[in-house]
């Protein structure tokens, strides 16, 4: 290795190494006086040695950019002989063998905090975040989600800079501190938490009041706090709030705890929102909306992150994780809860599929490039970059397999059983499967597989019909590719879910099964062979497996075309209809593809053609799925099924001619689709009108293919919501149109000032799939509304064009990765939580035709080899090249 190189690499941190801390920390009282440049933080914690500790054993607490002003010991000050504090550690070399209280006091400057962890500043106000180590930017603390403390805060700022002092927990006093310009508010939280989930906000804000009345009838005060002026736009947010309160009581029986729950939203914020107990803390892209602002899909993620963060309150708060490897034991588990939440509220089938959008575009190219990882990682450099589409949505799917495994009711004991035993617990994995294992007598441990083992498992699949005997077979094979420090895998129990679709449509029955585990209509997968032979089978069916994508497998079995044509009218399971036309959109775009390469046009099969149009006239069908079944697979999509040697520009090219292939079959069905869903009623988010809002834009968008691009200009004008005329928006400068320089004129000129709305407007010019854009992308680096420093305009920008340009950033000049890469290095001195992210874009760069990957390498080297790159970079581009 380099020498350079070798200065950015650390040691890991590992899941084997785990030590409780030698002291507990029971109680902090915080003293917090809020000021831009100079904060002083005065932390009072009552500490005792946990049993076993030796006398004398040496206190360690984290700390990160702090200066220490003091450090006493039950009142008495400590000597410098007693101490040694740097800005990243405080040991007290000696501290008394029973309970002690230690005060600690230290600066920290707010405005000068860029990386938005600890205290930061956001508009003219202060806010927090704490997860995963920000706390050690406020005090010296053991910043470790192990050690659980009860908070009481107190908060003291000028009235006019913060008239709202906010911390976890119950108001319990406040009031002005006589003869000055000051007041203060004091908070006190009775649960014991890690300091991850605390949380401070002090400004200015207009504030959105409103109650719930819990099931056991107790009233809680919900507020949520907004920038002035944005007053109107936090209504849905509200609603969300109380829908996914009452969800968790029905659901999962978990009521509120405390008297008041609050939101604030920040227009600076690393991440999308952050639980912290009482007192969430939103990136305000997930709580501001009003029709002419916010597209449905804003909508509908507001309403799932309110419910995510909502439902943290159990899993994560009141049951948080031991340490970080146990990540995914909150994330996952709190993910499937809000999807499940969502698919109560709006369609099951819909959300399903956009879940598995989602797992497939994000998760699956993790899982298969050098960034995998197993869904609860043994090492990590640095934690932040584990906040993974891995740990996030493949944690979701394994708890998701459980229920599948357990069924509905066992699942809920399970739950039950977790909540009940580990109510104020910090767990772990384990702690969590064995509620599953006891509330069902069944062995799980081949099922931890699922979170130690990293990389996609496949299953390949044959069938066989014996017409006299009445026997049908399948062979199932399963495998799962290599994965960084992981050459060989064992198998998995993988849940496939199932049908025998019979010539009418209609599953075929049978009179016995064996070869595998069968539980109702699931297939339970174990060995790394099963023949499964079904008796009794009238007719030669067509199978439809892994039914609501039942496992996060890739499923190789060799269907018809007709097969799958079939499948696509005629399967009862509505995710096996959608995932029927896009494996046979994916076999065709694959096809396309290699034509480009080889230099001929593309030839695309009418039948294929004809089916789309048919769907998207099929009134039985409910728009939202219609819209979902011709959304073609992504360029990404079809990158991640190509594999290797992959070349963007012929992916597109294929893609485009499919598409055109479509618009022109289908123009006269499109036409139809455009103009009888024009509606006259007023806007509504909810998810019928949404739907029929995506199908009718998807019938604009193919007939923009089709080459009637009138309709478009037409669409952006008489828009009057911001789903459809963003739509509008994306085609006129996606497709390059006359129009878009007119267009993107007005449509800044309306919205001049709306940050959220203004990143639409970067994003929709970032992701054109234009020779020209890289060269607008670095021009609008220079626009007076775009940012460094603010995540949401970086990402809406630079990250838009890295993760949602696939022509553009995978130019053949390499100009692309280079653009990228000199945007990672000057981040990264300001945000390297974001810079990090930013270069996780290049994560598939092995999978590149050789003279893009050797472009990609280079930039990656070229990151890697900066002196006093960030830990979070550093990590990312080691492993990227590891
Ligand atoms: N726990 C949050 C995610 C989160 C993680 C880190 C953050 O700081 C940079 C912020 C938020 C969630 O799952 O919503
Ligand atoms: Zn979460």
């Given at each position: 290795m380099e020498a350079s190189a070798q200065t950015n690499r650390t040691d890991p941190v590992r899941l084997k190494d785990y030590r409780p801390t030698p002291y507990a920390i029971r109680t902090i009282d915080l003293d917090v006086r809020l000021d831009p440049e100079n904060t002083t933080v005065t932390a009072r914690s009552r500490i005792e040695p946990r049993e076993g500790t030796a006398p004398g054993t040496p206190l360690v607490l984290d700390g990160d950019e702090l200066i220490l002003t003091s450090v006493a010991i039950d009142g008495r000050a400590l000597g410098t002989a007693d101490y040694e504090a740097t800005d990243k550690r405080l040991e007290i070399f000696a501290p008394p063998a029973g309970a002690f209280t230690l005060e600690v006091g230290t600066r920290i400057a707010p405005a000068k905090?860029?990386?938005?962890?600890g205290l930061y500043r956001t508009a003219s106000n202060y806010c927090t975040q704490c997860e995963a180590e920000g706390f050690r930017r406020i005090t010296y603390f053991y910043d470790r989600p192990d050690v659980l403390a009860v908070y009481t805060t107190r908060i003291e700022a000028r009235k006019a800079e913060a008239p709202y002092l906010l911390s976890n927990g119950n108001l319990i006093e406040r009031g002005d501190i006589a003869g000055t310009d000051r007041h203060f508010a004091v908070w006190h939280d009775p649960f014991p938490k890690p300091a991850y989930l605390f949380a401070l906000v002090g400004g200015d804000f207009a504030r959105i009041s409103d109650t719930f009345r819990t099931m056991s009838g107790r009233d809680v005060t919900l507020e949520i706090y907004v920038e002035h002026g944005r007053e109107d736009r936090g209504a849905y947010a509200m609603d969300s709030l109380k829908r996914s309160m009452k969800w968790d009581e029905e659901a999962f029986g978990r009521e509120y705890d405390l008297d008041i729950f609050m939101i604030v939203a920040v227009s600076d914020f690393n991440m999308g929102a952050m639980e912290n107990k009482g007192l969430n803390v939103f990136n305000d892209k997930y709580v501001l909306a009003k029709p002419d602002t916010a597209t449905d899909q804003d909508y509908a993620n507001i309403e799932g992150v309110i419910a995510h963060e909502y439902f943290?309150?159990?899993?994560?708060?009141r049951i948080t994780c031991r340490d970080w490897f146990q990540l995914c034991l909150k994330e996952g588990l709190t993910v499937f809860r809000d999807q499940e939440f969502s698919s109560d509220q709006r369609s099951r089938p819909v959300k399903r599929i956009s879940d598995v959008r989602l797992l497939k575009s994000h998760q699956f190219p993790e899982d298969a490039g050098p960034l995998a990882h197993p869904v609860r990682p043994e090492t990590y450099h640095e934690i932040n970059n584990f906040y993974t589409a891995t740990v996030y949505e493949k944690g979701s799917e394994v708890v998701r397999m459980l229920k599948t495994l357990l069924g509905a009711e066992t699942f809920r004991a399970g739950m039950d059983l977790y909540f009940a035993r580990h109510d104020g617990d910090a767990a772990t994995i384990e702690d969590f499967v064995a509620c599953f294992a006891e509330a069902s007598g069944r062995d799980l441990s081949q099922f931890m597989l699922w979170y130690k083992q990293s990389g996609t498992p496949e299953l390949r699949v044959a069938q066989g019909y014996d017409a006299s005997a009445k026997r049908y077979t399948l062979t199932i094979e399963q495998s799962c590719p290599p994965t960084p420090g992981q050459p060989t895998k064992l198998p998995m129990t993988i849940p496939v879910r199932f049908g025998l679709v019979g010539p009418n449509g209609a599953d075929l029955a049978f009179e016995a099964v064996s070869g595998a585990e069968v539980a109702g209509d699931v297939i339970v997968v174990t060995e790394p062979k099963h023949e499964v032979v079904f008796e009794g089978v009238s007719a030669p069916p067509v199978p439809s497996l892994l039914r609501g994508f039942s496992a996060p497998v890739r499923l190789a079995l060799e269907l018809s075309a007709e097969a799958s044509l079939f499948l696509l009218a005629s399967d009862n399971d509505p995710f096996n209809r959608w995932q029927a036309a896009q494996t046979l959109a994916t076999t065709a775009l694959i096809e396309a593809t290699r034509a480009v390469r080889a230099g001929a046009v593309p030839s695309i099969d009418p039948k294929l053609v004809d089916a789309f149009a048919r769907v998207a006239v099929d009134d039985k069908v409910d728009p939202a799925f219609r819209a979902l079944t011709l959304a073609l697979p992504a360029e990404a999509d079809i990158a991640r099924e190509i594999g290797s040697d992959v070349d963007p520009d012929a992916i597109f090219a294929g893609r485009d001619a499919l598409k055109k292939a479509i618009a022109t079959g289908g123009r006269t069905a499109f036409r139809h689709l455009y103009e009888s869903l024009a509606s006259a009623e007023a806007y509504s988010p909810d998810a019928a009108s949404a739907g029929r809002r995506a199908l009718r834009n998807s019938a604009l968008d193919y007939l923009a293919h089709a080459g009637e691009t009138d309709s478009v200009m037409e669409r952006y004008r008489t828009a009057d919501n911001m789903t459809d005329r963003l739509a509008a928006l994306g085609l006129v400068v996606g497709l390059g149109l006359p129009e878009a320089e007119a267009a993107l004129i007005d449509f800044y000129s309306r919205f001049d000032g709306d940050g959220l709305v203004i990143d639409k407007w970067f994003t929709v010019q970032a992701t054109a799939p234009l020779a020209a854009t890289l060269d607008r992308v670095r021009a609008l680096t220079e626009h007076p509304a775009f940012s460094l420093t603010n995540p949401n305009r970086f990402r809406s920008l630079v990250t838009a064009f890295a993760t949602g340009n696939q022509t553009q950033f995978n130019r053949p000049d390499g100009a692309g990765y280079a653009f990228v890469a000199d945007h990672v290095l000057t981040l990264d001195e300001i945000n390297p939580q974001v810079a990090a992210r930013l270069l996780s874009a290049f994560r598939s760069w092995r999978a590149l035709e050789p003279r893009r990957r050797a472009y990609a390498e280079a930039e990656l080297k070229r990151v890697l080899d900066k002196p006093g790159l960030s830990r979070d970079v550093a990590d990312i581009a080691n492993r990227s090249l590891g």
């Open positions: 905090n860029t990386k938005l962890m943290h309150n159990w899993t994560g708060n």
